[in-house]
């Protein structure tokens, strides 16, 4: 149910638990020549092999990717993909 006025967007347990997903969905195209979905273990594997080549062929520093920049860097890449795509990143 969803009520307006003072308990505007209130949405009952039952609801919400079968509408939304446990975990987010991820899309990319690295593991695949189109846009897919992507499991995250699959995709920590892919990652892990590209950094490490990279450092080793330009830094002696082991590099780590955290689960909350994999999806970042995902919606970069979606966006920068797009036909005039541009983002603003800031911090």
């Given at each position: 149910?969803?009520?307006f006025g003072e308990n ?12 939304i997903p446990s975990k ?43 689960d909350e920049a994999v ?21």
């Open positions: 149910n969803i009520y505007s967007l209130q949405v009952s347990q039952d609801e919400a638990a079968q509408g987010p969905i991820l899309y990319g195209w690295w593991l695949s020549q189109h846009y897919a979905p992507v499991s995250r273990q699959a995709l920590s594997k892919f990652l892990s092999a590209r950094l490490r080549v990279f450092y080793e062929e330009e830094l002696d520093v082991q590099l780590v990717m955290f999806d970042h860097v995902l919606r970069i890449d979606r966006i920068l993909r797009q036909p005039m795509g541009h983002v603003l990143l800031v911090g």
